[in-house]
Nanobody, 121 residues
Framework: QIQLVESGGGLVQPGGSLRLSCAASGTIFSINVMGWYRQAPGKQRELVAA???????NYVGSVKGRFTISRDNAKNTVYLQMNSLKPEDTAVYYC???????????????WGQGTQVTVSS
């Protein structure tokens, strides 16, 4: 069974920093793209950042220059370093991984349980 376990959320003041981590565990053959999404109250879930197995990254415009996504392929872990946080970054952040459990299997999408990030003074 595949599990994505997130950590690192919390309450931070505007201008502060947080680092989110997400570790994938279980029977995993390969992981393609890993990413972070967020969902604020009353809004749709949106992609924040994604990173391919080769290290190519993609960011939503509102976080460019402030957030950095990275991954450790040996640990099946993805990170999101969030700097210069703003109140509008407040949301539940979800980890996502597109992976194969076994050779030849199609790619499946998996989600973490979510971690709350609150930016407030």
């Amino acid at each position: 069974q595949i599990q994505l376990v997130e950590s690192g959320g919390g309450l931070v003041q505007p201008g502060g920093s947080l680092r989110l981590s997400c570790a994938a565990s279980g029977t995993i053959f390969s992981i393609n793209v890993m990413g972070w999404y967020r969902q604020a109250p009353g809004k749709q879930r949106e992609l924040v950042a994604a990173i391919s197995s080769g290290g190519t990254t993609n960011y939503v415009g509102s976080v460019k220059g402030r957030f950095t996504i990275s991954r450790d392929n040996a640990k099946n872990t993805v990170y999101l370093q969030m700097n210069s946080l703003k109140p509008e970054d407040t949301a539940v952040y979800y980890c996502n991984a597109d992976l194969r459990r076994n050779w030849g299997e199609v790619v499946h999408h998996y989600w973490g349980q979510g971690t709350q990030v609150t930016v407030s003074s």
